[in-house]
Antibody, heavy 118, light 107 residues
Framework: EVHLVESGGGLVKPGGSLRVSCAASGFSFDTHTMNWVRQAPGKGLEWISSISSNSAYIYYADSVRGRFTISRDNAQNSLYLEMSNLRVEDTAVYYC???????????WGQGSLVTVSS | DIQMTQSPSILSASVGDRVIMTCRASQSIGTWLAWYQQKPGKAPKLIIFKASNTQSGVPSRFSGSGSGTEFSLTISGLLPDDSATYYCQQCNDYSPAFGQGTKVEIK
């Protein structure tokens, strides 16, 4: 059974930094492109970043480019999102999501809440 | 960037009803469209891919159709368990976009 478990969320002040992690199990992590999708409280879904299986291809949404960095460690079956210069509008649940191809998201973690507030 | 627009925002229907919600893309995406179901406090769940293909394990009362810029999701015989928010998502390019969602409420 596929499991994606996020950790590392919490409360951070505007301008601060935070790293969210995702531990994957139950599938061949090292052959899948992985993504981060976020959802602000009471709002819709927003894709923010993807990383190919060998980290060769990385993409970001305009809203986070230059502030967020996605990475992965295939030996540890782990995905990371390093967030810096955080803004109040970055407050959201951050989901770790596996891709079955062509940005089709088949498995989602339970999410990790990041709150940016002074 | 491709924009996705869903309607209606809220859909109220009775158990047993056939409900239809729509999703429009700002430019043609072929059949590169997915639908997700999200219940409160839970992660989204993939239910339809490539516009009309039902994901494994999803009940047959869910069906999708459309191509180009106009798409629809139909629930035939609404059940209380179908109360959720449904999102469409274009899979046409490297920067996927979601619609704003249609919330299905049971009368």
């Amino acid at each position: 059974e596929v499991h994606l478990v996020e950790s590392g969320g919490g409360l951070v002040k505007p301008g601060g930094s935070l790293r969210v992690s995702c531990a994957a199990s139950g599938f061949s992590f090292d052959t899948h492109t992985m993504n981060w999708v976020r959802q602000a409280p009471g709002k819709g879904l927003e894709w923010i970043s993807s990383i190919s299986s060998n980290s060769a291809y990385i993409y970001y949404a305009d809203s986070v480019r230059g502030r967020f960095t996605i990475s992965r460690d295939n030996a540890q079956n782990s995905l990371y999102l390093e967030m810096s210069n955080l803004r109040v509008e970055d407050t959201a649940v951050y989901y770790c999501v596996s891709e079955v191809g062509r940005r089709l998201f088949d498995y989602w973690g339970q999410g990790s809440l990041v709150t940016v507030s002074s | 960037d491709i924009q996705m627009t869903q309607s209606p925002s809220i859909l109220s229907a009775s158990v047993g009803d056939r409900v239809i919600m729509t999703c429009r893309a700002s430019q043609s995406i072929g059949t590169w469209l997915a639908w997700y179901q999200q219940k409160p406090g839970k992660a989204p769940k993939l239910i339809i891919f490539k516009a009309s293909n039902t994901q494994s394990g999803v009940p047959s009362r869910f069906s999708g159709s459309g191509s180009g810029t106009e798409f629809s999701l139909t629930i035939s015989g609404l059940l209380p368990d179908d109360s959720a928010t449904y999102y469409c998502q274009q899979c046409n390019d490297y920067s996927p976009a979601f619609g704003q969602g249609t919330k299905v409420e049971i009368k």
